[in-house]
Structures are given as structure tokens and as C-alpha cells.
């Protein structure tokens, strides 16, 4: 079994999401980052390639929530 930490972050590209994530990743973890836009995902991803997953998803609509968990390789 794999040591590395993963975590889910919704509202990743602003906010408490936002800062959340920085900490996150900060302490060693891949961050999968759900948020609405795309180009914010982009830059956290370019920001930091080895440590951030961007996830396109509105979180409101139920039918991108199920995508979302069907995407997660695990």
C-alpha cells in the first residue's frame, strides 16, 4: 500500500478552498481540486504539477457530483 497522503478539496480555486489546498500541499499531499473554473484549476495545476489534480465539477448539480466520483482511480 502506497504512503502517499491524497486529499479531496472542493472550492479549491478561491477562498477557504483555496487556502486550504496551499496548506495541504504544504505538508506533502497531493490535492485533487474540485472548483467551476477551469482556467483557476489550470493555473494551480502549472503552479504545482506534482502535487495538484485539477477537477472540473459544480458541486450543485448532482449528475457532475456522480462524474466526479466515478473518475477517482480508487
Known sequence: MSNQKIALVTGATSGIGLEIAFGLIRQGFTVLGV????SALNQL???????????LADLSDLEQVKALAKSFPF
Open 35 to 38: 472548483g467551476r473554473r477551469q
Open 45 to 55: 495545476q502549472e503552479q504545482f504539477p506534482e502535487h495538484f489534480v485539477p477537477q
